[in-house]
Structures are given as structure tokens and as C-alpha cells.
């Protein structure tokens, strides 16, 4: 995912970015950063080959203010978000006004980065699906899509996991508490030695201690011990 952030103060437009890359390190995001509108930032409007979140402080210090880059972007790109920042109410009128489909206005300096968490969350968990699984050890570099992963099977006699995903399946030196520790809450314990991905699912057997994958393969490890863990579908 790329964000492109277009702020005057840079001490702002910095804590945009670091806010960014403490919440979302699992994911693989882009952050360019500018002062102005120039033809770098141009030539970014222009290329829609990904979409991309546009995050714009309204009042610039140059004559095309963050309402008119917006403009531009709208010419050319439908498919992107666009969130306004700023330090003045009375600018939320004239954006909404002025500007096809804003995602959102945010104030400054009220309650800024909860606020503005909470719709990147959204954007994020709605629009786009980029969370990796991150290992790395001195034999093993390990980035997978946590939407390719199915289950996660915990090998006792070899005391590693078995990610078994859409196409291939990987071999880590972790626990399962490990690995809850790293995934999102997308991730349940359903077994002793099972994690599933609970968005690949279908269905739960428990009676039969067994689910049931979106490729169709059934995998015998479920617990009715687990039961309270998932959302029973």
C-alpha cells in the first residue's frame, strides 16, 4: 500500500509517517512525503496502476493548496482515498463542497491519531488485504500474505510450525504462542497444535473435530476445547 503524505511542517508530516510505520510494520507499505505539489508528486497522480491513500494538509505554503491537489487527483483517480488535515473547522465545508468522495476530515489537534488510526484501519481491513507474516533467522526469510495462509499446524516430534498456505507449504522454529503473538486477531487457536486462519474457513465440524477449508480440504484438528475461540459459522 502506498501513502502519500503532502504536508508544509515537517515535524507534522513526520509524526504522519511515524504513526504509519509503528501501526502498520506487518504490512508492506510505501510512504512518500511532500512539502508541495511538484512533478514527482505529479507523475504519482498520474500513474494508476495502484491505488493509494492520499493523506493532505488543506492550507500549504504555495499558491496550490491541498483542496486543489485534491482536485487534480479526482481528475485522474477515482479509485483512491483521499483524508484532509488541518488546523481549521471551517475548512470541513468547502472540502466536502469542493471535492469528490473525501474519505475524511480530520482536526489536527483534536484527538488526530486515534481519529486517524481508525479510519486507516478501516481502509485497510475493507479495501486492501497486504499483511505479511514476517521470519527471518540466519537459514530462513520467510514474507507470506496472511490471506495465503490456511492453518498452522504445530509438528511435535520436530517442534517446529507448518504453514501450510494456498500453493506451498513452509516449515518454521516457532510455538503456537509465538505465532499468536506475531498474527492478527483473523487467527484462532482451534486445537492443541492447530491455528487456523479464520477467514479461510467454511465450516466447523466439532463434532467430528474436523474444519473445513474455502479449497475444500477438511483438516481433522479441532478441539471442542477451542469452541469459544471462533465464531462458529
Not at 487527483?73 to 468547502?94: G, L, V, W, Y
Request: with cysteine; charged share 35%; proline share 2%.
Amino acid at each position: 500500500m502506498k501513502f502519500i503524505i503532502v504536508e508544509d511542517n515537517k515535524d507534522y508530516q513526520k509524526k504522519i509517517a511515524d504513526i504509519l510505520l509503528k501501526k502498520y510494520f506487518t504490512y508492506k507499505i510505501e510512504i512518500k512525503k511532500f512539502l508541495k505539489y511538484d512533478k514527482d508528486l505529479e507523475a504519482i497522480i498520474l500513474n494508476l496502476s495502484e491505488p493509494k491513500i492520499y493523506i493532505l494538509d488543506i492550507e500549504l505554503n504555495d499558491p496550490i493548496s491541498g483542496i486543489k491537489i485534491a482536485k487534480k487527483i479526482r481528475k485522474k483517480d477515482r479509485d483512491s482515498f483521499i483524508i484532509f488535515i488541518t488546523s481549521h473547522k471551517e475548512m470541513f465545508e468547502p472540502v466536502f463542497r469542493n471535492i469528490y468522495e473525501v474519505y475524511n476530515f480530520i482536526e489536527k489537534f483534536d484527538s488526530f491519531e486515534d481519529r486517524f488510526i481508525k479510519d486507516i484501519d478501516r481502509i485497510m481491513k475493507n479495501h486492501f488485504d497486504n499483511k505479511c507474516f514476517h521470519f527471518h533467522n540466519n537459514r530462513i526469510f520467510l514474507n507470506i500474505y496472511y490471506k495465503e495462509i490456511l492453518y498452522i499446524e504445530r509438528d511435535t516430534v520436530e517442534r517446529k510450525l507448518i504453514i501450510y498456505t494456498t500453493d506451498e507449504t513452509y516449515c518454521v522454529p516457532l510455538g503456537l504462542k509465538q505465532a499468536l503473538e506475531i498474527l492478527d486477531d483473523r487467527f484462532k487457536q482451534v486445537h492443541k497444535s492447530c491455528i487456523v486462519n479464520t477467514n479461510r474457513v467454511t465450516k466447523y465440524n466439532w463434532s467430528k473435530s474436523k474444519f473445513t477449508l474455502d479449497t475444500k480440504k477438511t483438516v481433522p484438528l479441532l478441539s471442542r476445547k477451542y469452541m469459544e475461540n471462533v465464531k462458529i459459522k
